[in-house]
């Protein structure tokens, strides 16, 4: 087709319906400018509550947030895009698994999507289109863009919600060096006086400012976190294994209005629905390395899942996991993983635990390692 008669209007629109047909299901555009919120933003790093997230306060992040039309020279839109992982029934337990992070990784198929969409808005424009896409994969306030271009609003967990979708969406963002019609921003807030997420974040995580501190927040702990979990909430991590569900599950308008993804690429590996909290406690072994191909869960790292095992299992305090806690008190090369088996078996107030912190007390040389042991005894 030729470019010259495709008005900026039709070519929007064919852009949202080719996005529907790739797999997504919402669609919007919006300018480069500054994104509204960009001060609390500052302010929220100045306060640390990013954590171990540094990458989010390097100057390249803090640029290209700024300044979103940074990223592509010449651009002048951005198509925002959220695809729905809502699963279709709760997740068994124990050993939670986030809802989007159980089957394959969205980084992987949502960018080959708007890679697609953007092959195919070359090939009607008979020329090239200058572009770049992302998701969760660079320098953008992703829930400001989506709102702007009319998907939602940023609720009081700080999700963005869909009033025809709820929260449980991925974002993908495609900068174009095109002049196309933005979408009215979404301006309500929906959330009125509801407080439910707040009151059920088992860390109290969120704040006042509709802002979370990411140092208490259980997704943080279990994927971002590379050290231990604090002592003071490894309580409140329950049953997640990787990410936490929460806030959306507990959320009104996704009881109402989310409806289950029937997409493929969301559907749970086998493997992981639930996990063997046994099998993540052991070490590793060749047969494993599928469980992590192409799943969200390799941002853990194995020493990460082998502490959350250990976290969800002391939580637990169910016999059966006892044997795997031993072991990997006794045998794990990492003493953070060491350590927070030494912490669930001091949970169990049993006999038998105490007999495997006192084993292990012989013969421990990491100091950690051994106050955690310390710590334990006295639990048991």
């Keep these: ?5 495709e008005a900026p209007h039709a070519l929007a629109q064919w852009l949202k319906s080719e996005a529907l047909r790739q797999g997504f299901d919402l669609a919007g555009i919006t300018s480069v400018e500054p994104p509204p919120h960009l001060d609390e933003f ?44 809502a699963p279709a029934a709760p997740p068994p337990g124990p050993g939670l698994v986030a809802a989007y992070a159980r089957g394959d990784d969205y980084h ?5 999507r708007a890679r697609t969409i953007v092959d195919r808005l070359q090939h009607r424009l008979a020329r090239p289109v200058a572009s770049r896409v992302y998701t969760d994969t660079g320098p953008l306030l992703e829930r400001e863009l989506a709102q702007r271009a009319g998907l939602g609003w940023i609720g009081r967990n700080t999700c963005l919600i869909s009033p025809a979708l709820g929260s449980m969406t991925l974002l993908t963002e495609v900068l174009l060096d ?26 109290g995580c969120i704040l006042p400012d509709r802002t979370i501190d990411a ?10 976190a590379r050290g231990g979990v604090p002592h003071d909430l490894r309580p409140s991590v329950g049953d997640w294994f990787f990410g936490c569900d929460i806030c959306q599950q507990v959320c009104p308008w996704n009881r109402r209005f989310a409806r289950p993804s029937s997409d493929a690429a969301f559907a749970p590996r086998q493997a992981l629905h639930p996990p063997d909290l046994r099998r993540w406690l052991a070490a590793p072994s060749a047969d494993d390395s599928h469980l992590l191909r ?14 959350n095992a250990a976290v969800v299992a002391g939580n637990q305090r169910a016999d059966r996991h006892l044997p795997a806690l031993e072991h990997a008190l006794r045998s794990d090369s990492d003493p953070m993983v060491r350590g927070h088996a030494a912490w669930a078996l001091g949970q169990y107030g049993s006999a038998a635990a105490r007999e495997a912190l006192l084993r292990a007390q012989g013969r421990e040389t990491d100091a950690n390692v051994l106050a955690e042991i310390n710590a334990a005894l006295t639990d048991v």
């Design 294 to 307: 192409r799943s969200p869960l390799k941002r853990a790292r194995r020493s990460g899942l082998a502490r």
């Design 215 to 224: 140092r208490r927040c259980v997704s943080y702990l279990t994927i971002e």
């Design 1 to 5: 087709m030729d470019s010259r008669a």
């Design 42 to 85: 500052t302010a929220w790093l100045r306060a640390g509550r990013h954590g171990e997230m540094g990458y989010l306060a390097s100057e390249r992040g803090r640029a290209g947030r700024a300044d979103p039309g940074s990223l592509l020279p010449g651009c002048q839109s951005i198509l925002v895009l959220a695809a729905n992982y």
């Design 108 to 112: 992987g198929f949502l960018l080959e």
């Design 178 to 203: 095109l002049a196309l019609p933005f979408d009215t921003p979404f301006v309500a807030d929906r959330c009125g006086s509801c407080r439910q997420c707040v009151e059920a974040c088992p860390t």
